[in-house]
């Protein structure tokens, strides 16, 4: 067992929406959490030897437990149905530290953040922390329908205790409409930050909208890959700490050849938006194919996320 991973009990499971529950996560023992900063994950480690990222969604000053958000998806890869279907009240689950890639900026302006269906779990952390540090925001929220929607009663809460303001739409009810995403970030002050949580196309249509903005005011966190993992192969990578050279086969991915290879390395999501599997690059050019790094550090070719990402180069020499 990785003693490196925390041991959390299943303290609570609550139905929140259609096919979406929240679960409450004690350590084993009752002790204290490692903290974490708004808009962080865990990587969960499930008994059926798979391993999912999620949002924490509580209170980050909170310390005795994290409170995270799974929808049970139908087109699941086995994680949220193994969450849905097998993990009880009671049950003990391990789970790497939070981290954060979709990080809160707390700083004296105004937020104002978007979000789609399971893609509010990491706002509603945001939004405690805005309230708690009295900031002003918006939130512009969209579902399918009002019985798909989790958490709507801690967003009213929310707009209530603190400075903000709500706009929920429902856009599969009659007379619904999607968020008219061009005209919120038109709309939004040059010194507010953006957020944005949510499916594929309204995160695609949220980066074209924000094209024009300073970058260091707009925030995205993807839950799936934007493009295909690499697994054209034909290349090597050669493990710098070990001085070995694998050779990576058409249809592996980095990681699959490492694996293959008896090699152990840290992964979680396999897709490229969790962050677990970050490499340091010493030489050659990768091909880059995940989320979670942003356009500046793809273009400078210093990291690469193994499970989903190439090479452009024959040879890749990676910090292993």
Not at 21 to 35: F, K, M, Q, R
């Amino acid at each position: 067992m990785d003693d490196t991973l925390i041991q959390l009990r299943v303290k609570q499971i609550t139905f929140e929406a259609e096919r979406i529950n929240s679960y409450t996560l004690h350590a084993v023992g009752d002790g204290e959490l490692p903290a974490f900063t708004a808009g962080a994950h865990i990587d969960l480690h499930l008994g059926n030897g798979m391993v999912r990222s999620y949002s924490l969604l509580n209170d980050s000053r909170e310390r005795h437990r994290y409170v995270v958000g799974i929808k049970h998806d139908a087109a699941s890869r086995g994680g949220s149905t193994f969450v849905h279907t097998a993990l009880k009240a009671g049950d003990v689950v391990r789970a790497t530290a939070p981290r954060n890639n979709f990080t809160f900026d707390e700083g004296n302006h105004p937020s104002v953040f978007i979000a789609g269906g399971i893609g509010i779990t990491p706002i509603l952390s945001m939004l405690r922390r805005a309230v708690a540090l009295q900031r002003p925001w918006q939130l512009h929220y969209a579902s399918r329908t009002r019985c798909d929607a989790p958490f709507l009663e801690d967003i009213a809460r929310l707009a209530h205790d603190g400075q903000g303001h709500s706009n929920i739409l429902f856009d599969h009810e009659p007379g619904g409409a999607p968020l008219d995403l061009g005209a919120i970030t038109a709309g939004a002050p040059p010194e507010a930050h953006l957020y944005c949580c949510g499916p594929l196309p309204m995160l695609t249509a949220f980066e074209t909208a924000v094209a024009n903005r300073a970058r260091p005011t707009v925030h995205v966190e993807y839950f799936s890959p934007k493009a295909a993992a690499a697994t054209d192969g034909g290349f090597e990578v050669r493990l710098e700490k070990s001085g070995r050279t694998i050779t990576v086969q058409a249809g592996q991915s980095i990681l699959n050849a490492l694996l293959d290879a008896g090699i152990a390395v840290s992964y979680a999501c396999g897709e490229g938006t969790c962050g677990t599997c970050e490499t340091k690059v010493l030489d050659g050019i990768p091909d880059h194919r995940d989320v979670y790094l942003d356009d500046a550090e793809h273009a400078a070719n210093k990291q690469v996320m193994i499970c989903c990402s190439g090479s452009k180069t024959p040879l890749l020499v990676l910090d292993i």
